[in-house]
């Protein structure tokens, strides 16, 4: 069973940073691609960040250009969110999702492209 498990969210300052995690069980993670999404109260649920299964592939919304940098580990079945200098309006649920893209440098921000899904993480910024 395909399975992303994110981790790492919690409360910021703005300016701060956090590392989010999104471990993967079920499957090979060389073989997908991930995509991290975010949503806010009373907003829709909207791509933050995606990288291909080939790893030469990566895409940031214009909000987190800049400020965020995804990469993976696939020896770990892991795929990392590093968001520097946040800002309030980062505050969100965010969601790790992936999809079976073998060889490929597909690399979606839309959430409906995606496969499975994890429970998501919150991430506060606030002072």
């Known amino acids: 069973q395909v399975q992303p498990v994110e981790s790492g969210g919690g409360l910021v300052q703005p300016g701060g940073s956090l590392r989010l995690s999104c471990a993967t069980s079920?499957?090979?993670?060389?073989?997908?691609?991930i995509g991290w999404f975010r949503q806010a109260p009373g907003k829709e649920r909207e791509g933050v960040s995606c990288?291909?299964?080939?790893?030469?592939?990566?895409d940031y919304a214009d909000s987190v250009k800049g400020r965020f940098t995804i990469s993976r580990d696939n020896a770990k079945n892991t795929v990392y969110l590093q968001m520097n200098n946040l800002k309030p309006e980062d505050t969100a649920v965010y969601y790790c999702?992936?999809?079976?893209?073998?060889?490929?440098?597909?690399?979606?921000?839309?959430?409906?492209?995606?496969?499975?899904w994890g429970k998501g993480t919150l991430v506060t910024v606030s002072s």
């Open positions: 999702a992936t999809r079976y893209s073998a060889g490929s440098m597909w690399c979606p921000l839309d959430s409906s492209a995606m496969n499975y």
């Open positions: 990288i291909s299964s080939s790893d030469r592939n990566t």
């Open positions: 079920g499957f090979t993670l060389g073989y997908y691609a």
